[in-house]
C-alpha cells in the first residue's frame, strides 16, 4: 500500500530506494509485484472544440487509463529533455526530422520529451507525444506500454543516450548503434583500446579516481592538461589546468560532477586546430556528410567555437585521412546511423579527441550546407533501409563556404566572464553562406549581432604567447584605415612591427583607463586574449565590451577571421541568396 501512496505524491523508483537504502531495480520489481503501474491521462490540446489528432499524454498514479496503445508497428523517439545551456536545440532538430522520415516510411512515431518550449512536442510532429521525464524508469513505463519494434536514443544529445545501456539490459530494442558500441565509445578505457586497435593517435592521457590518482597522472602526461569526468553533458566541469595547485582545486570539486565515474586527464595540445567530421553508415557503407575547421583552437568547447565548411587551411591530403580514419572508426564501432568525431591537428599530426556515435549538435549546420537531411536519412537507416536505397552514397562538397557562429547569452548574465573554453556557453548558433570564407564569416557575425566595424579605433591587448601571431592582425587593420591603442606591453609590441599604436591604462593603473575609453563610445572593436590567471583587469574590458555591444575577439584565430571578414566587407559586394539557390550551383 505504501508504494500507492509514495508513487501518487511523486516519488520516483530511485528516490524510494535511496530512502530505503535498497537498489533501485528492486523497488521497480516489488512495485510491479504489486500491481502499482503508472495510468496515463490525455491532455486535450484542442479544448474540447475538435478531435485532437496527437494526444499529449502523461502519467500518473490514479484513476482510468485514458489513451490505450494502437496496435500499429510504431518506433519510439527520446528527445533531448530540458533545454539548458550545454543541451543544444539542435538534436530537436534531428529528433523532429527523424519523426517525418519514420512517419513518412509508414511508422507510428511516439515521441518523449518533457520540454514544451521545442519543436518536438508541437502537436502535428508525431502521431503520440508523451511528456514525461527521461529517467529508466519513466521512459521504461511507455515502453512496456507501447510494446515499439524500437527505441531511437541517438537523437536526443547526452540525456537519452546514458539511458541506451540500462534500457537493452531491461530488453528495449534500440535502433541504430548498438548500446555496447555507445558504451565502447564513452568509456575511455575501452575507447583508448579501440584507437590503439586501429593505430591511430590520440592525446596521451590517462583515467584518475580520487585526488592522489589525478596529481600522479597529470605530472605523468605534462601540464598543461585537459580534464573532466566522463560521460558528461555539454563539457560540464571540463577544464584546461596550467599547474598542480589549480589541479587539486579542480579535482576536490570536480569529483561530485560525475558520480560512479572517473575523471579523464588528457595532455592539451596548445594552439590545435580542431576539426568536426559528421557522417552516416548504414553498418556497411559510410558517408562523411561534411569536415567543419573549428576557427578557434582546440581547448574551445565545439558548440561554441565558429566553424568553417569545407575547411579552409587543411591540404587534401589531410581531409584524405580524415575521412579515411572516420570511416575506420565508424566500421570498427558498427555505426548504425549518424557519427561525430572530433579530431586536432597539432604538428601536422592527426589526434582524435572523442567519438560520438550519435546525432552532433553539428548536423543541422552540415545539411543546410550541403543540401543533405542527414537526420532523415539517418532514421530511414536505423529503420532498416540502406545508404544505396536512399540515394546517399559520396560526400558532398559545396562549391560555397558556410561559416556557422555560435550565439551567447552572456548579456543576460551579469557578472559573467565572456571567455570561452572546454564547458559551453552558447545557446544557439547562425550561419553565413557566401563563396569565400572572409564574406560567408562576416556574414555569420553579422546574423549573430557582432556587427564588424568599418572604421575607427580597435583596442588590442593580447598576452605574450599570443605576440608573435598579432603582426597580420595589426597590419591588416592598419592597412584598412583603423587606428590602433593598447596596453603597454602590446603596444610596444605593435610599434616595434613599425605601425602607429597609441597607449592607454589597464584598469588596475587607473583611470584615464581603456574601460573610460570604451564607455565614452571611442572604440569600436575589442581583441583580448587573456592569460591563464584570467586577471579581473582583463574580465572588466570583455564586460564593458558586452555591455556596449562592441565586436570583442577573446582568440587570436577569431580576431584574424574577423580581419579578413572586414576586409571582405568594404572591398566586396555583400549578396543575399537563398539557401536552396546555392544547393542549384
Same mark, same amino acid.
Given at each position: 500500500a505504501y508504494f500507492s501512496e509514495f508513487k501518487a505524491m511523486g516519488f520516483s523508483d530511485r528516490r524510494i530506494a535511496d530512502l530505503r537504502g535498497i537498489d533501485e531495480g528492486a523497488v521497480a520489481s516489488a512495485r510491479r509485484d504489486a500491481g502499482v503501474t503508472p495510468v496515463f491521462k490525455s491532455v486535450d490540446t484542442c479544448g474540447a472544440e475538435f478531435e485532437a489528432f496527437t494526444p499529449y499524454?502523461?502519467?500518473?498514479?490514479?484513476?482510468?487509463?485514458?489513451? @490505450?496503445? +494502437?496496435?500499429?508497428?510504431?518506433?519510439?523517439?527520446?528527445?533531448?529533455? @530540458?533545454? $539548458?545551456?550545454?543541451?543544444?536545440?539542435?538534436?530537436?532538430? =534531428? =529528433?523532429? %526530422?527523424?519523426?517525418?522520415?519514420?512517419?513518412?516510411?509508414?511508422?507510428?512515431t511516439i515521441m518523449v520529451n518533457c520540454n514544451p518550449e521545442t519543436v518536438s512536442t508541437d502537436y502535428d510532429i508525431s502521431d503520440r507525444l508523451y511528456f514525461e521525464p527521461l529517467?529508466? /524508469?519513466?521512459?521504461?513505463?511507455?515502453?512496456? $506500454? /507501447?510494446?515499439?519494434?524500437?527505441?531511437?536514443?541517438?537523437?536526443?544529445?547526452? +540525456? #537519452?543516450l546514458k539511458l541506451a545501456v540500462p534500457l537493452a539490459r531491461a530488453g528495449v530494442p534500440i535502433l541504430g548503434t548498438t548500446p555496447d558500441a555507445i558504451d565502447r565509445a564513452e568509456d575511455r578505457e575501452r575507447f583508448n583500446a579501440m584507437v590503439t586497435k586501429l593505430g591511430l593517435r590520440q592525446p596521451e592521457g590517462v583515467l584518475a579516481r580520487g585526488l592522489e590518482d589525478a596529481v !600522479?597522472?597529470?605530472? &605523468?602526461?605534462?601540464? @598543461?592538461? *585537459?580534464?573532466?569526468?566522463?560521460?558528461?553533458?555539454?563539457?560540464r566541469a571540463m577544464e584546461v589546468i #596550467?599547474?598542480?595547485?589549480? *589541479?587539486?582545486?579542480?579535482?576536490?570539486? !570536480?569529483?561530485?560532477?560525475s558520480e560512479r565515474h572517473p575523471l579523464l586527464i588528457d595532455r592539451y595540445l596548445q594552439g590545435?586546430? /580542431?576539426?568536426?567530421?559528421?557522417?552516416?553508415?548504414?553498418?556497411? *557503407?559510410?558517408?562523411?556528410?561534411?569536415?567543419?575547421? %573549428?576557427?578557434? %583552437?582546440?581547448?574551445? %568547447?565545439?558548440g561554441d567555437s565558429a566553424c568553417a565548411l569545407p575547411p579552409t587551411t587543411l591540404s587534401g591530403a589531410l581531409q584524405q585521412e580524415l575521412i579515411r580514419q572516420t570511416k575506420l572508426l565508424a566500421r570498427e564501432l558498427g555505426v548504425i546511423g549518424l557519427i561525430n568525431i572530433q579530431y586536432a591537428i597539432y604538428g601536422g599530426e592527426v589526434y582524435i579527441l572523442e567519438v560520438n556515435p550519435r546525432a552532433s549538435r553539428t548536423i543541422p549546420f552540415v545539411s543546410k550546407a550541403i543540401g543533405v537531411p542527414l537526420a532523415k536519412h539517418a532514421a530511414l537507416v536505423m529503420a532498416g533501409k540502406k545508404l544505396s536505397e536512399i540515394g546517399f552514397t559520396s560526400e558532398r562538397v559545396p562549391s560555397h563556404v558556410a561559416v556557422k557562429e555560435s550565439v551567447f547569452p552572456f548579456g543576460r548574465f551579469p557578472g559573467v566572464d565572456t571567455i570561452l573554453g572546454p564547458e559551453m556557453k552558447s545557446t544557439g548558433e547562425v550561419m553565413g553562406i557566401d563563396t569565400t570564407f572572409a564574406m560567408a564569416f562576416a556574414k555569420a557575425e553579422l546574423a549573430a549581432s557582432?556587427? *564588424? #566595424?568599418?572604421?575607427?579605433?580597435?583596442?588590442?591587448?593580447?598576452?605574450?604567447?599570443? &605576440?608573435?601571431s598579432l603582426e597580420p592582425i595589426a597590419r591588416g587593420l592598419v592597412a584598412m584605415g583603423f587606428d590602433l591603442i593598447a596596453t603597454r606591453g602590446t603596444a610596444t609590441h605593435i610599434r616595434k612591427l613599425g605601425l602607429n599604436c597609441d597607449s592607454v591604462n589597464k584598469v588596475l593603473e587607473g583611470s584615464p583607463h581603456i574601460v573610460d575609453a570604451m564607455k565614452a563610445g571611442r572604440v569600436a572593436m575589442v581583441v583580448n586574449t587573456p592569460d591563464a590567471s584570467g586577471t579581473k583587469d582583463s574580465f572588466s574590458i570583455r564586460r564593458t565590451a558586452l555591455e556596449m555591444r562592441l565586436p570583442y575577439f577573446t582568440t587570436m584565430a577569431g580576431a584574424k577571421a574577423a580581419v579578413e571578414g572586414i576586409y571582405a566587407l568594404k572591398h566586396e559586394r555583400f549578396e543575399v541568396r537563398a539557401l536552396q539557390d546555392y544547393h542549384q550551383g
Amino acid at each position: 500500500a505504501y508504494f500507492s501512496e509514495f508513487k501518487a505524491m511523486g516519488f520516483s523508483d530511485r528516490r524510494i530506494a535511496d530512502l530505503r537504502g535498497i537498489d533501485e531495480g528492486a523497488v521497480a520489481s516489488a512495485r510491479r509485484d504489486a500491481g502499482v503501474t503508472p495510468v496515463f491521462k490525455s491532455v486535450d490540446t484542442c479544448g474540447a472544440e475538435f478531435e485532437a489528432f496527437t494526444p499529449y499524454l502523461y502519467s500518473t498514479y490514479e484513476g482510468e487509463d485514458e489513451a @490505450p496503445p +494502437t496496435a500499429r508497428k510504431k518506433v519510439i523517439i527520446l528527445g533531448g529533455g @530540458p533545454n $539548458r545551456i550545454g543541451q543544444g536545440i539542435e538534436f530537436d532538430y =534531428c =529528433c523532429v %526530422h527523424a519523426s517525418m522520415a519514420l512517419k513518412d516510411a509508414g511508422f507510428e512515431t511516439i515521441m518523449v520529451n518533457c520540454n514544451p518550449e521545442t519543436v518536438s512536442t508541437d502537436y502535428d510532429i508525431s502521431d503520440r507525444l508523451y511528456f514525461e521525464p527521461l529517467t529508466f /524508469e519513466d521512459v521504461m513505463a511507455i515502453a512496456e $506500454r /507501447e510494446r515499439p519494434v524500437g527505441v531511437i536514443v541517438q537523437f536526443g544529445g547526452q +540525456t #537519452p543516450l546514458k539511458l541506451a545501456v540500462p534500457l537493452a539490459r531491461a530488453g528495449v530494442p534500440i535502433l541504430g548503434t548498438t548500446p555496447d558500441a555507445i558504451d565502447r565509445a564513452e568509456d575511455r578505457e575501452r575507447f583508448n583500446a579501440m584507437v590503439t586497435k586501429l593505430g591511430l593517435r590520440q592525446p596521451e592521457g590517462v583515467l584518475a579516481r580520487g585526488l592522489e590518482d589525478a596529481v !600522479a597522472g597529470a605530472s &605523468k602526461v605534462g601540464y @598543461p592538461v *585537459l580534464i573532466r569526468p566522463s560521460y558528461v553533458l555539454g563539457g560540464r566541469a571540463m577544464e584546461v589546468i #596550467p599547474n598542480e595547485e589549480e *589541479l587539486r582545486r579542480y579535482v576536490t570539486q !570536480a569529483l561530485q560532477a560525475s558520480e560512479r565515474h572517473p575523471l579523464l586527464i588528457d595532455r592539451y595540445l596548445q594552439g590545435a586546430i /580542431e576539426v568536426d567530421v559528421d557522417a552516416i553508415s548504414d553498418g556497411e *557503407l559510410v558517408v562523411v556528410g561534411g569536415i567543419m575547421e %573549428h576557427v578557434e %583552437h582546440a581547448g574551445i %568547447h565545439s558548440g561554441d567555437s565558429a566553424c568553417a565548411l569545407p575547411p579552409t587551411t587543411l591540404s587534401g591530403a589531410l581531409q584524405q585521412e580524415l575521412i579515411r580514419q572516420t570511416k575506420l572508426l565508424a566500421r570498427e564501432l558498427g555505426v548504425i546511423g549518424l557519427i561525430n568525431i572530433q579530431y586536432a591537428i597539432y604538428g601536422g599530426e592527426v589526434y582524435i579527441l572523442e567519438v560520438n556515435p550519435r546525432a552532433s549538435r553539428t548536423i543541422p549546420f552540415v545539411s543546410k550546407a550541403i543540401g543533405v537531411p542527414l537526420a532523415k536519412h539517418a532514421a530511414l537507416v536505423m529503420a532498416g533501409k540502406k545508404l544505396s536505397e536512399i540515394g546517399f552514397t559520396s560526400e558532398r562538397v559545396p562549391s560555397h563556404v558556410a561559416v556557422k557562429e555560435s550565439v551567447f547569452p552572456f548579456g543576460r548574465f551579469p557578472g559573467v566572464d565572456t571567455i570561452l573554453g572546454p564547458e559551453m556557453k552558447s545557446t544557439g548558433e547562425v550561419m553565413g553562406i557566401d563563396t569565400t570564407f572572409a564574406m560567408a564569416f562576416a556574414k555569420a557575425e553579422l546574423a549573430a549581432s557582432s556587427n *564588424l #566595424p568599418d572604421a575607427g579605433l580597435v583596442f588590442i591587448s593580447v598576452r605574450d604567447e599570443d &605576440k608573435p601571431s598579432l603582426e597580420p592582425i595589426a597590419r591588416g587593420l592598419v592597412a584598412m584605415g583603423f587606428d590602433l591603442i593598447a596596453t603597454r606591453g602590446t603596444a610596444t609590441h605593435i610599434r616595434k612591427l613599425g605601425l602607429n599604436c597609441d597607449s592607454v591604462n589597464k584598469v588596475l593603473e587607473g583611470s584615464p583607463h581603456i574601460v573610460d575609453a570604451m564607455k565614452a563610445g571611442r572604440v569600436a572593436m575589442v581583441v583580448n586574449t587573456p592569460d591563464a590567471s584570467g586577471t579581473k583587469d582583463s574580465f572588466s574590458i570583455r564586460r564593458t565590451a558586452l555591455e556596449m555591444r562592441l565586436p570583442y575577439f577573446t582568440t587570436m584565430a577569431g580576431a584574424k577571421a574577423a580581419v579578413e571578414g572586414i576586409y571582405a566587407l568594404k572591398h566586396e559586394r555583400f549578396e543575399v541568396r537563398a539557401l536552396q539557390d546555392y544547393h542549384q550551383g
